[in-house]
């Protein structure tokens, strides 16, 4: 059985840097596929934010590629999401999740973290 | 970037009725890549429908997908006491991948 769980800080201070892991279990990492970040604020729809293939290219949304980076460490089986320069509008939960596609088919993401709320105050 | 409008905002009809979503795209989406979610409050959300029509594993049968182009439709056939939930479109055929802003389907 897949499952992904996101950790990292509850509360960051704004303009500093939102730093999340998705450790996978169930499922190796190197072994393909494509894994992402997407997040809700509080009573509101849901965002992609990026994600990531195994070997390591990264696919952002253009209206945050500028504060984004998405990461890959295989020999823990983990990937990583790190947003810079935060602000209150970044306050949501952030989900991770596998997205079983490649480049020939594309598919949505099938199994998913259960998130874990990050809210930005000083 | 692809935006996803659904309607209505919110359906309230009672267990064992019909329940008829609507996803529309503002530019057609490619090879039909329009996917189905569910979430329930507190909750991830869950799969329910890739390609437009394909269930996802473990999906009940009254759960349906239909559509192409720029218009897409989910259906649940009888609604279950469990069903009462946001749904959620999502076309990931086109960088960026978007979502629509969800159906909330709440008991009458």
């Known amino acids: 059985q897949v499952q992904l769980q996101e950790s990292g800080p509850g509360l960051v201070k704004p303009s500093e840097t939102l730093s999340l892991t998705c450790t996978v279990s169930g499922y190796s990492i190197s072994s393909g596929y494509y894994w992402g970040w997407i997040r809700q604020p509080p009573g509101k729809g849901l965002e992609w934010i990026g994600s990531i293939y195994h070997s390591g290219s990264t696919y952002y949304n253009p209206s945050l590629k500028s504060r984004v980076t998405i990461s890959v460490d295989t020999s823990k089986n983990q990937f990583s999401l790190k947003l810079s320069s935060v602000t209150a509008a970044d306050t949501a939960v952030y989900y991770c999740a596998r997205d079983p596609g490649d480049a020939m088919v594309p598919l949505p993401f099938d199994y998913w973290g259960q998130g874990t709320l990050v809210t930005v105050s000083s | 970037e692809i935006v996803l409008t659904q309607s209505p905002g919110t359906l309230s009809l009672s267990p064992g009725e019909r329940a008829t979503l609507s996803c529309r795209a503002s530019q057609s989406v490619s090879s039909s890549y329009l996917a189905w979610y569910q979430q329930k409050p507190g909750q991830a959300p869950r799969l329910l429908i890739y390609?437009?029509?394909s269930r996802a594993t473990g999906i009940p049968d009254r759960f349906s997908g239909s559509g192409s182009g720029t218009d897409f439709t989910l259906t649940i056939s009888r609604l279950e006491p469990e069903d009462f939930a946001v749904y959620y479109c999502q076309q990931y055929g086109s960088s960026p991948e978007t979502f629509g802003q969800g159906t909330k389907v709440e008991i009458k």
């Open positions: 390609g437009a029509s």
